[in-house]
């Protein structure tokens, strides 16, 4: 046969682990760089229509086409015809690198080309496509056509057209409808981009197809062996890692890993510090890439932006209230834990006067009664956005502020040490010891065994694991840590099936569906184990590792964050989600070494 691509299943054993997890449906298919993603509809039974989003934000175009998530598609109702024009029924099975679609004409199959262009192999028979695009302007010509708008798109085939039309489908919209004449090796290129030129050269089908098949074999290969139980959702998790990643355009200096392709286009902060620690066990620059990104767009003042897209950057918001925004300072922690991997002192070296100033801001900008403890001016600056702790009023001295604080200037200290500043590394410590003092004399109520919030000099009590965080610092006196852990392992609090809810089950906030009022993140579950385990509780800390992993395996995407209880997706949690799938894998990892062990 002319296209002996789909009558099997792929070669490499990762994506044939894989087949049918990217089900267009609700995950859709895409590519490392890519901004397209490839979902599917039902338009009647049998017959699923392709559509495409982009991962773009269009910021200045919003009050013409709205909102990202809620955009129309650049291409939809992309359907394959039978040579009378009528839509064919299909069934389609996918792979990391590919998807085919059996019609009754034969077999398709689509992949990318290149992170602009979907490459679709015809069958050796008559058969056309169809699809509505969005364009401003549109025409035909000898082997496709040209639509241009916000975003340019051609297509173009290597068969000869028995037909090829557009026509207007709408204000803004056409009808793209072309059939081809039966031809060995035919295929289709779907090129959309913000560019003025097209990629328009078609290859052979073979090499497409096995290039994008090696493109995902070598990326999964370089990943660290796990135990069998865990490898399905790892290779998953791994997926999302790849296929999360956007190319560098405009303020995106560098390729970077967004929270959700779906629901979250750009990269913010400390994201891209979770995100960095699973990159740096396959690509090191991938993973220092990850913080280089944010540290770009560093402020003269110091602040590192909340978020980095396309079209700028995220330093201050006006809702819930009107302050500048960034992220909880982890960065310091994260990239010495990519040196610990890969040895590049050079990279410390870069990023070490970045950090400092950085850390700087935090005690300059955000201490207003100089007290020494540091405080969030914007709910969203703590990264828990929605937390009953913020509901009374901005600004809050938080527990866990500090607590980063105290482990950013430990690793301050490292590093410091590393690139032969040792008297900048006596300092650090000094301070870490000093803040951490500071929080047990104003933050402690000794009554309640727990560290509360402050707003102003009022506690916040309202229970939710913010009040633990010292805990990971390492630094508490014993007695105080067995408090703080009696609280963590209580059914009724903390440790529920899946913990930790992230407001305590016994507090009247408790609502396990809504963000930061109840669910379980991993992200968070992950400093936990981290802060058992240097707090000597190395069994609590393979328990909630343990409860984590079942969480996250007990279904087929990974989701942003879960019901503590039943474990289920609340409604509004995004899919395909970063540090979730960067956690797991993390996790994974250190269980799979420790069984080996």
Known sequence: MAFPIGWEEPRSPFCRLLKGRVDLYHVPFSERSSRMMVFAEDLRPRVPGLFIKLAERWEKQQEKFGDYRQRRPIVERLVFLSPDGEPLPASFVSYPHAVFFHTPRGIAGMTFNDPEALYIALPPEAIGIQFIAQAETARTDRRGGILRGVRNLAYTTNARLRLNQIESAGPGLFRVTFIVEPTPDAAVLLNITPRLGFNRTIRPPLPVFLEAEARWHDWFAAAPPVREDLAPQYYYAWWVMRAGLISPRYYMTREGMTPSKIHYVGVWQWDACFHALAYRYVDLKLAEDQIRLV????????????????????????????????????????????????????????????????????????????????????????????????????????????????????????IAEAIGEPEDAARWQAEAEALTRRMIDAMWDEEAGLFWPLRGEKPVRIKTPLSLYPLLTGRLPPAMVERLIAHLVDPHAFWPRYPIPTVAMDDPHYNPEQMWRGPTWLNINRLFIEGLSRCGYADLARELRRRTLQLAMGHPDLYEYYHPETGQRPPRAAPIFGWTSAVFIELAIEASRESEA
């Open 295 to 414: 540290l770009d767009h560093q402020r003269e003042d110091g602040m590192v932006p909340d978020a980095v897209h396309d079209e700028g950057r995220v330093t201050h918001l006006p809702v819930p209230v009107d302050a500048d925004v960034t992220k909880p300072p982890i960065t310091a922690w994260a990239a010495w834990k990519i040196y610990e991997m890969g040895g590049d002192r050079d990279f410390l070296d870069e990023i070490y006067e970045p950090l400092v100033r950085w850390n700087r801001w935090w005690f300059e900008r955000n201490d207003d009664d100089r007290d020494g403890l540091c405080q969030y001016n914007h709910p969203y600056s703590s990264g828990w956005d929605d937390s009953p702790v913020w509901d009374g009023g901005m600004p809050v001295e938080s527990p866990d502020l500090n607590t980063y604080l105290v482990i950013q200037m430990e690793h301050l200290a490292r």
